[in-house]
């Protein structure tokens, strides 16, 4: 289905400022529920921290898990004894336009903060998402880095939680993620395009949001929403 579609673009570069410039995540969505992928949207309690902020790249996954640093003398998974796990090898490993995206863990400490986000952002990395909390909150509105999060919360992972992979495949309400994965977010949530199927979602996406600007033109010239939809299929 994809032969025939007129891309845009010729890099990830090139498709994110698309994306940033004409596409949200309303109109990504409905293109992923005409092509039958009804449940690519994140739980809407995953928000960003400022309604302003906006994300897009391609995902990093990281796999957390809650283990007890009571555990780190005596286990025996050598992972299991380092005070993150690997969190910092996995922080280390972000690339430019990468999004890090961490899930696995209770959501009952903060899995993001503020010297996360510094290093982050000297990376070149484009946000973080994450399946529970952050913290540092007034530290990372400075650095302006997007970060999505279930809210704000001071308690640590240190003694609570550990990375235990990443670069690998993570759920989040059942919802498989995959390393390289394409992720927007907004004020309206955090959607996910598989990336085997970027190239007609994104396409299609375009086509839809400039036809959305011709029927609001219309509409807001009186044109009436059952016309506009007979006119155009959309509404």
């Known amino acids: 289905m994809e032969t025939n579609l007129q891309v845009e673009w010729n890099n990830d570069k090139e498709l994110f400022a698309l994306i940033r410039r004409e596409l949200f995540t309303a109109v990504i969505g409905d293109i992923m529920d005409k092509m039958g992928m009804y449940h690519q949207f994140l739980p809407p ?87 529970g909390y952050s913290r540092d909150t007034n530290g990372i509105l400075a650095l302006d880095f997007p970060c999505f999060s279930m809210g704000n919360y001071a308690q640590d992972q240190a003694p609570r939680g550990k990375v235990i992979d990443w670069r690998v495949p993570i759920c989040i309400n059942n919802i498989m993620i995959q390393d390289g994965d394409i992720l927007i977010g907004d004020i309206d949530g955090v959607c996910l395009v598989p990336k085997e199927h970027e190239v007609e979602v994104f396409t299609r996406a375009l086509e839809k949001a400039r036809s959305e600007k011709i029927v609001l033109k219309k509409v807001l010239e009186g044109m009436g929403a059952k016309e506009a939809f007979d006119t155009y299929g959309i509404m």
């Open 45 to 131: 309690n995953i928000r960003s921290i400022r309604d302003d902020m906006f994300v897009v790249g391609r995902a990093m996954t990281v796999l957390e898990a809650d283990v007890s640093s009571l555990g780190e003398s005596t286990s025996k998974n050598p992972v299991l004894a380092k005070t993150f796990g690997y969190m910092l090898e996995a922080l280390d490993d972000l690339k430019e336009d990468e999004i890090y995206i961490c899930s696995g863990s209770s959501p009952s400490y903060a899995l993001w903060g503020e010297i996360m986000s510094a290093r982050a952002k000297m990376l070149g990395a484009a946000g973080a998402i994450v399946n």
